[in-house]
């Protein structure tokens, strides 16, 4: 999790506009608008008096502010800063203030609970409603208020119509003294109960008719929290008794009671979480973070105190945002939080905290995941019981000086606990090679069947674990390939990758396959300018296409294409809809090569907490990012990573497979080592690179011909001594060698000692040093082969042994040939001739190869033969052929 620089607010009023557009801060008497993802000023509206309260309006255009203590109320427009509505409350008071559903009109509570005033922000006319109790605080198409009339307990059910608001029903309930209600998600009933000196539940449709009254006669406390399944199909009734009991909506009675227990003999499948809080060497201080518990366990409690109003029972429920938990604290057990399995009905985890819980809520993107407030400096995380749970810590602190005259911010080390190992798959992943189906998208590729066959063998010989093809549906001759590569019986599974197209389905699922890659474009650049289809089109295709495949036994994955343009609502809609249909993965696309490492492991880890099936990665290297969005996204726990032999692919390619193993040994060198035959990756390259008529890149991972060479002095010193100093790589784990290049003006006498040690010729170290300025000096005028050196060192040592100083001092003096040309003159100076700034390149055309290697060989021609270097032809010629 990343932290922004803290941002001034007063008493907590920091609130997201409902698009997640905008963020609204008070200061004082200000109220700032900030860009959600830039988090720069938009806004500023001044104002006279202090604010304490702000609120959106539902479409995020309208921002209320009010002083509560006066009865002020200020709505600004943040798109018109001239636009402003001002509302006073006056002698009533005002309790509290919130927006009606339509955006158009604004609901004011007055204090002592005298009346409800309804103003409009088109009519600036006022409705009012006398004696109101309780009402609903959800937002539905009416409004739902309990009423006291009479010493009798009533609830109004009104339209909300911000030009017209009308009593549509009102009915009398049976409780002594109404404690509050609440209406089911779906709009269709209410739950009413008593105070808490009586146990009544009662559920009411909107007509007033009473589908269920469940009372308790006992001399304990009665209710204390309700809460409604998402689906209204449940309601849990949290009591002072310590238990949770659900009621159904078909006989309205409960159906199940939820204990609370004091002490646990035998956890069984509870998974019990305790924050501890120890020292750390590492950070020099106290970090917290959670140990699992097993066995017995005594559930910490308070004592109970005799007074109004006690601290006991459960104080409060929710459920998540698909109903499978709900989530409760039983205030006699303020620092424990239980969890509960709402299928199987069972209690599934305890979190203890070490301070009491303020506040839990259940994530409404990723229903397993939930975050607990404790008042203090962390944010405590359950994410599910496979990925159980983490501590994040604020990086800030507000202490006051001893005096308590002033405050001060202090911003700790990044210090939490992080459960990204039990997320990481790192050392648990599965590569699925695509050079057969991306690769066949480079610009200079073309495999036959023979070349796809060559391929396939060494791949799988290799050990990856999936080979990916092009789609049947592209070709006849596509076709035939995938069913040719099927019937080699090789041990990694054959893939083919298609449109989500019932054609393609079909043709595909015949060639025998071990699975189908399903893909469609999700972004809003694919939608209108490629297939023109919408999401709903999008959903139902998918649908059809994934119970074909599924039908047939075979493996299917669902990936969205260009998802990181894609809306990220529509997306993780689209892909929990098919998790649960059945896919064994579901595919995230970097389609363009946009995303970066951060937005990669923010995207993976979310998606994570949404679907249960593995998840796939395929990025594209535009921006260079390929490599490290793939180790990023394996950090997010995602599964499979796409890739190609030296990355070829569509535009730039996409991770490369030599690029990906070089990273993944960096962070589990013996997991690489048992899975892949690391040797054959160099082998596996030059079979491609001939095959598509490009050369390995001089500094390509692990095989380039740079990756195990070393040149300064002082580099050549440390590998001699420990090649670790200067290697992340072992070369000999990939079948390399290690060329320490000493023939140069860089190079140190330890790297010549050990040279002339191969050579086993034995120089004191003085005479390294002298022989090693020789080496040094002619490097100023040409580089120098090892053959060079070599000869050199032996021909020094030889006229050492001879003792004959003239011959020591001819071989000092040896002064190698330069390269000049015949007749060579330096053209004149331009005027306004820049140094090092290249004006114009001109390229030969593809036709003009014949005509470059004519103007090369007379230029090459006009060199003294005796005078050109050693090289140089060779290098010329090697350039004739590239072109």
């Known amino acids: 999790m990343n932290f922004t620089e803290p941002y001034k607010q007063s008493i907590n009023l920091c609130r997201f506009s409902p698009d997640l557009k905008y963020i609204a801060t008070v200061v004082d008497s200000i109220i700032v608008i900030r860009n959600a993802d830039t988090l720069q000023v938009s806004r500023e509206f001044k104002h006279s008096t202090s604010l304490q309260y702000i609120e959106w309006s539902p479409n995020s255009s309208l921002i209320l502010a009010a002083n509560l ?128 000196i009586w146990y009544k539940i009662l559920i009411y449709t909107l007509d007033g008719q009473c589908l269920g009254n469940f009372s308790i006669d006992d001399e304990g406390l009665g209710v204390k929290s309700v809460a409604w399944s998402p689906s209204s199909k449940l309601v849990a009734v949290g009591s002072y008794d310590q238990k949770i009991r659900l009621f159904n909506n078909y006989t309205w009675s409960p159906i199940i009671e939820l204990i609370h227990a004091g002490r646990i003999k035998n956890p069984n499948q509870l998974k019990i979480w305790k924050e501890v809080n120890e020292f750390s060497k590492e950070y020099g201080r106290n970090i917290s973070k959670y140990d699992l518990v097993d066995g017995p366990l005594e559930v910490p409690s308070i004592l109970i105190e005799a007074k109004p109003n006690p601290k006991l029972g459960v104080g409060h429920c929710k459920f998540n945002s698909n ?60 994410c599910g019981l496979e990925l159980g749970t983490e501590i994040i810590e604020v990086p800030i602190e507000i202490r006051a000086n001893a005096d308590g005259s002033e405050v001060r911010r202090q911003i700790p080390p990044s210090v939490y606990t992080r459960y990204s190992d039990l997320l990481s798959r790192v050392n648990n992943f599965s590569i699925i090679e695509s050079t057969l189906r991306e690769g066949e998208q480079f610009a200079n590729a073309f495999f036959d069947t023979n070349k796809k066959i060559e391929i396939a063998k060494a ?35 054959i893939l083919t990758h298609i449109r989500c197209h019932m054609d393609d389905a079909k043709i595909a699922v015949e060639t025998g396959v071990d699975g189908v890659d399903v893909v469609i474009g999700t972004s809003s650049y694919l939608r209108e300018f490629s297939h023109g289809k919408d999401m709903d089109y999008i959903a139902e295709k998918a649908t059809e296409v994934i119970n074909f495949v599924k039908s047939k036994g075979i493996e299917v994955r669902f990936s969205s294409e260009d998802s990181f343009r894609s809306d990220l609502v529509d997306l993780l809609s689209l892909y929990r809809m098919v998790d649960k249909l059945g896919v064994n993965r579901v595919g995230i696309a970097d389609t363009v090569g946009c995303a970066n490492p951060r937005q990669v492991y923010d995207l993976v880890r979310t998606l994570r907490g949404i679907v249960s099936c593995d998840i796939e990665c395929h990025f594209h290297n535009d921006t260079g990012c390929a490599i490290a969005n793939a180790y990023a996204a394996l950090e997010a726990g995602a599964t499979h990573i796409d890739t190609s032999i030296l990355g070829i692919g569509e535009r730039n390619g996409i991770t490369s497979l030599g690029g990906l193993i070089a990273r993944m040994y960096t962070a589990d060198k013996d ?105 040094k000096e002619l490097g100023d005028i040409r580089p120098q082969k090892m053959e060079d050196v070599d000869n050199l060192l032996r021909d020094y040592h030889s006229a050492l042994n001879s003792g004959d100083e003239s011959q020591i001092k001819n071989v000092l003096s040896v002064v190698p040939a330069i390269p000049k040309l015949k007749g ?30 004519e103007d090369l060989s007379e230029e090459l021609a006009a060199y003294d033969a005796e005078d050109v270097h050693p090289q140089a032809e060779i290098l010329l010629s090697s350039s004739f052929e590239e072109q």
């Open 671 to 775: 997991y690489i080592k048992s899975k892949y035959k690391l040797h054959m990756l160099r082998d596996l390259e030059n079979l491609v690179a001939d095959s598509v008529d490009v050369q390995v890149p001089f500094n390509n991972y692990i095989t380039g011909y740079c990756a195990f060479t070393h040149k300064a002095g002082i580099h050549a010193k440390a590998i001699l001594n420990n090649p670790s100093t200067y290697e992340i790589l072992k070369p000999e784990d990939f079948g390399m060698t290690r060329y320490v290049n000493i023939g140069h003006r860089l190079t140190g006498w330890n790297a010549v000692k050990n040279r002339a040690e191969q050579l086993g010729l034995s120089l004191t170290d003085d005479q390294v040093k002298i022989i090693t300025a020789k080496i």
């Open 323 to 382: 109903g499978h938990f709900i989530a409760a604290r039983n205030d006699n057990m303020p620092n424990c939080l239980w969890i509960w399995n709402i299928p199987h009905l069972i209690p599934v985890a305890l979190i203890i905290q070490l301070n009491p819980i303020k506040h839990f809520y259940w994530n409404p993107i990723w229903p397993d995941q939930l975050l607990i407030c404790c008042g203090n400096e962390y944010m405590y995380f359950w």
């Open 824 to 853: 060579y003159k330096p053209p004149p100076e331009k005027p306004g001739a820049e140094v090092g700034i290249v004006k114009e390149l001109r390229l030969p055309s593809a036709s003009s190869p014949p005509n470059v290697h």
């Open 459 to 493: 791949l799988d010989e290799f050990g990856v674990e999936y080979i990916e093809l092009t789609s049947p549906a592209a070709s006849e001759q596509s076709r035939q390939d995938c069913e040719a590569i099927s019937k080699l019986g090789l041990k990694a599974k």
């Open 69 to 196: 203590k006066k009865g002020d109320i200020i709505v600004r427009n943040i798109y018109d800063p001239t636009w402003k509505k001002s509302i006073k409350e006056g002698p009533a008071g005002l309790l509290n203030v919130k927006w009606n559903l339509d955006g158009k009109s604004i609901m004011c509570f007055s204090d002592f609970e005298l009346r409800i005033t309804i103003w409009s922000l088109i009519t600036n006319n006022g409705y009012y409603i006398q004696d109101p109790k309780y009402h609903n605080k959800e937002d539905p198409p009416w409004f739902i208020l309990a009423e006291r009339r009479e010493c009798k307990d009533f609830i109004g059910v009104y339209k909300c119509d911000s030009d017209d608001w009308k009593l549509l029903n009102v009915f009398q309930v049976d409780t002594v003294d109404l404690d509050n209600i609440a209406l089911s998600p779906n709009g269709h009933y209410i739950v009413a109960w008593d105070n808490c």
